[in-house]
C-alpha cells in the first residue's frame, strides 16, 4: 500500500481554533509546515477594534506547541487595494458587498498563495469548512470544490470564487471534520487556542458599530423613507448604509401602517435615482421575496459554466441559507446567470453573491446584479 505524498505545505494560522487544528493534523500527517499570520488591515491597530495583535500571538502560541515556525507577513496594502477599496466602491453604489468572498479570491488564495509558493511551498492550507477532490472523466481532469462535511459550518460559499490552479494547490484538514471534532482535537492536542470564540462579522470591523465605520469612508447623503404606498415616514441617513431586509436601525419600529398592525419594517428597495428608501411591514410582505435573479462577474471552479445537461440545479443567495432549488442558464455573451427558483427566496440583495450546486459540488456563481421581480402578494401569504 503506497504511502501519501508528504508536501511542504505553508499554512494560513490566523489565530483560530480552526487553521491551528488544520496546522496540527498536517504536521502529524508527516508533512513539512510552516505557518504564516497575515496582517490584512492596520489603518486603527490602536483601537480596541482591531484583534490583530492578540491573535498573531495566539497564531505564535500554537506554532510553538506544534512545533513549527511561524512568519509574519503584512499584505494590507494588497487588501486596501484590491477589497477594501471595492468593497467601498460597491457600497457607493447601492449594494451590498460580502469583503470574505473578494478576500479569499485576492489574498488568501492569490497573495498569500504567491508568497507561499515563494517559500518554497508545495502546498498551502487554510482553516476553511471545505473540501478538494480530484475527478477525471470525459471532460477531462480537473478539481472540484466541495462543500465541508459539517453542513452547519460549511464555507464553500465564500470560496465560489477559486480556480482550478489554486484549488489544486490547497488542501483544507478541517473540511472533512465537524466542528465539535476540531475543538476536541484542540484539546487533545493542548492548544493553547482549543477554547478560544471563532471570530464573526467582517475581519477589519470587528466588533466595531458596523454604520459608524462606514460613515468614516463614505458620503452621507439622507433622504425620504417611504412605504410601498409612498407615505413619507422619515429620513434615511445615505443608501450605502442600508440593506436589503435589514430590520434594525430604521427608526420607525413604532409606526403602524394605518390599520393598526405594528408588526416590524424591512429595508425593501433602494431607489438611486430618488435617493429613497423603500420599507415595508411584515417578514412576509411581497417586495421582500423573489422568484429569481440576474449575475454578472461570473466565476466557474471548472473553468467554464457547467453544461446544459446538468438539468437543475440549487443555488444560495447568502451564507447560511439552504440550497434553493433553480433552473438556471447564462447568456450567449457568458456574462450573465439567470436563476428561477423552484419557491421564492427572501431578500436577494444585489452585490451579494449567488452561489450554484450540484449537490455537494460548488460549481461557481456570480454577484448579484438585480432579482428579476418580486411574487405577488398571494404568492407571498
Not at 477589519?204 to 410601498?228: A, K, S, T
Not at 429620513?235 to 403602524?256: A, D, P
Not at 411584515?282 to 454578472?296: F, I, R, T, Y
Amino acid at each position: 500500500m503506497s504511502q501519501s505524498p508528504k508536501y511542504r505545505v505553508v499554512v494560513g494560522l490566523s489565530g483560530g481554533v480552526d487553521s491551528a487544528v488544520s496546522a496540527w493534523l498536517l504536521k502529524q500527517q508527516g508533512h513539512e509546515v510552516l505557518g504564516i499570520f497575515m496582517k490584512n488591515w492596520e489603518d486603527d491597530d490602536h483601537t480596541g477594534y482591531c484583534s490583530s495583535n492578540e491573535d498573531f500571538v495566539d497564531a505564535a502560541a500554537v506554532a510553538d506547541v506544534i512545533g513549527i515556525e511561524i512568519e509574519h507577513v503584512n499584505f494590507a496594502t494588497d487588501y486596501k487595494d484590491r477589497v477594501f477599496a471595492e468593497f467601498l466602491r460597491e457600497y457607493q453604489a447601492g449594494r451590498t458587498p460580502n469583503p470574505d468572498v473578494l478576500c479569499n479570491a485576492e489574498i488568501k488564495f492569490k497573495a498569500f498563495l504567491d508568497h507561499a509558493m515563494a517559500r518554497g511551498a508545495e502546498r498551502i492550507a487554510t482553516g476553511h469548512y471545505a473540501r478538494v477532490r480530484a475527478v477525471a472523466d470525459a471532460q477531462g481532469s480537473r478539481v472540484q470544490l466541495l462543500k465541508g462535511l459539517d453542513p452547519a459550518k460549511d464555507q464553500s460559499y465564500f470560496l465560489h470564487r477559486l480556480n482550478q490552479s489554486q484549488l489544486a494547490r490547497t488542501l483544507f484538514p478541517v473540511g472533512e471534520l465537524r466542528k465539535t471534532a476540531v475543538r476536541q482535537l484542540a484539546e487533545e492536542a493542548r492548544l493553547p487556542n482549543a477554547r478560544k470564540r471563532d471570530s464573526t462579522g467582517i475581519c477589519f470591523i470587528g466588533e466595531r458599530p458596523f454604520r459608524e465605520f462606514l460613515q468614516r469612508y463614505l458620503r452621507n447623503e439622507p433622504g425620504p423613507m417611504r412605504d410601498d404606498r409612498g407615505r413619507l415616514l422619515g429620513q434615511h441617513l445615505g443608501l450605502s448604509f442600508y440593506t436589503l431586509g435589514q430590520r434594525q436601525g430604521l427608526g420607525i419600529g413604532g409606526t403602524s401602517s394605518g390599520g393598526g398592525s405594528h408588526a416590524p419594517w424591512y429595508v425593501a428597495r433602494k431607489e438611486l435615482d430618488t435617493n429613497t428608501l423603500r420599507v415595508v411591514q411584515g417578514q412576509e410582505h411581497p417586495w421582500l421575496w423573489s422568484h429569481g435573479l440576474v449575475a454578472d462577474q461570473l466565476s466557474w471552479v471548472a473553468g467554464a459554466p457547467p453544461s446544459s445537461g446538468e438539468g437543475r440545479l440549487a443555488a444560495k443567495t447568502r451564507y447560511r441559507q439552504p440550497d434553493a432549488a433553480c433552473a438556471w442558464s447564462v447568456d450567449d455573451t457568458g456574462g450573465h446567470l439567470k436563476l428561477v427558483f423552484e419557491a421564492a427566496q427572501w431578500a436577494v440583495t444585489p452585490g451579494q453573491s449567488a452561489v450554484l450546486y450540484a449537490g455537494e459540488v460548488c460549481l461557481g456563481g456570480g454577484l448579484i446584479a438585480a432579482d428579476t421581480g418580486c411574487v405577488t402578494a398571494a404568492a407571498a401569504s
